[in-house]
C-alpha cells in the first residue's frame, strides 16, 4: 500500500520564476492539504482539496495555488518566487476525520536563489 | 500569533527514562491535539492524538496529557529508546470553530535526542 508521494524530492529555482509541485495521496484517501516547513519552524498550513475544491486556506498570498484531479491527486504552484519561499513542501492526505490525523509524504525541499 | 508553543528546542534522555515533552496553547476551541515525529529526510508521521474531553491517552510507551485549565499538553515517553531520536511536534485542530477540515496548527518542534 503506497504511502503519500511527492515529486520532486528537490529542486532549486530563481527569484521570480514558477514551480509546480506534485502529490499522490495515500489509498483511500480522497483530501490532500499543503504545509509548508521552514527550516527550524513546524508546518505551517497553505490549504487543503477536497471534491477537486479549494476548501481552506491559511494565510498565504494569491500567488500560492493549487488543484486537485478526479484521482484525488494535486499540485502545489507558487508563482513569482520569492526568497523566502524557500521551504520543505509537505503534501498531506486524509479521511474525513474530526480527530485530523493526516498522513504525510516525505517532502519537496524548494530552493530559492 | 503562534497558537501552539514548544518551548524547547531541544532534550537530551538516557537510555531507559522517561522522556517528557511540552507543549501549550493559546486558543480554547481547540478539539483535537496531536503529535507527530519527523526524522531527517521523511515526513512527519502520526504519532499520539487526544480529544479535548479527555485528559489522558495512552500507547505503548507513549501517553499524551491534556491540562485544559493551564492550556498545556506533554507527551511522555517511557522507557526512552535510541530510535525515538527525533523531532517530536505538537498540533492541534478545531481552531476556527470547525472540524474535519484537516487543518492542523503545528508548534515549532522539539529535538528529542536518546543517548544509548
Known amino acids: 500500500d503506497a504511502g503519500v508521494t511527492q515529486s520532486p524530492t528537490h529542486l532549486i529555482k530563481t527569484r521570480g520564476q514558477q514551480v509546480t509541485l506534485r502529490c499522490s495521496p495515500k489509498?483511500?484517501?480522497?483530501?490532500v492539504s499543503w504545509y509548508q516547513q521552514a527550516l527550524g519552524q513546524g508546518p505551517q498550513f497553505i490549504f487543503q482539496?477536497?471534491?477537486?475544491?479549494?476548501?481552506q486556506r491559511g494565510n498565504f498570498p494569491d500567488r500560492f495555488s493549487g488543484h486537485q484531479f478526479p484521482n484525488y491527486s494535486s499540485e502545489l504552484n507558487v508563482n513569482a518566487l520569492l526568497l523566502g519561499d524557500s521551504a520543505l513542501y509537505l503534501c498531506?492526505?486524509?479521511?474525513?476525520?474530526?480527530?485530523?490525523?493526516?498522513?504525510f509524504g516525505e517532502g519537496s525541499r524548494l530552493t530559492v536563489l | 500569533d503562534q497558537q501552539v508553543k514548544q518551548n524547547s528546542p531541544s532534550l537530551s534522555v538516557q537510555e531507559g527514562r522517561i522522556s517528557i515533552l511540552n507543549c501549550d496553547y493559546t486558543?480554547?476551541?481547540?478539539?483535537?491535539f496531536l503529535w507527530y515525529k519527523k526524522y531527517p529526510a521523511e515526513g512527519p508521521t502520526f504519532l499520539i492524538s487526544?480529544?479535548?474531553?479527555?485528559d489522558k491517552n495512552e500507547d505503548g510507551r507513549f501517553t499524551v496529557f491534556l491540562n485544559k485549565s493551564a492550556k498545556h499538553l506533554s507527551l511522555h515517553i517511557v522507557p526512552s529508546q535510541p530510535g525515538d531520536s527525533a523531532v517530536y511536534f505538537c498540533?492541534?485542530?478545531?481552531?476556527?470553530?470547525?472540524?474535519?477540515?484537516?487543518?492542523?496548527?503545528f508548534g515549532q518542534g522539539t529535538t528529542l535526542q536518546v543517548k544509548p
Open positions: 498531506a492526505s486524509s479521511l474525513v476525520s474530526p480527530t485530523g490525523e493526516l498522513f
Open positions: 489509498s483511500g484517501h480522497d483530501t
Open positions: 482539496y477536497y471534491e477537486e475544491e479549494e476548501r
Open positions: 486558543n480554547s476551541m481547540f478539539d483535537y
Open positions: 487526544i480529544s479535548s474531553i479527555k
Open positions: 498540533a492541534a485542530s478545531g481552531g476556527d470553530g470547525s472540524s474535519n477540515t484537516g487543518k492542523l496548527i
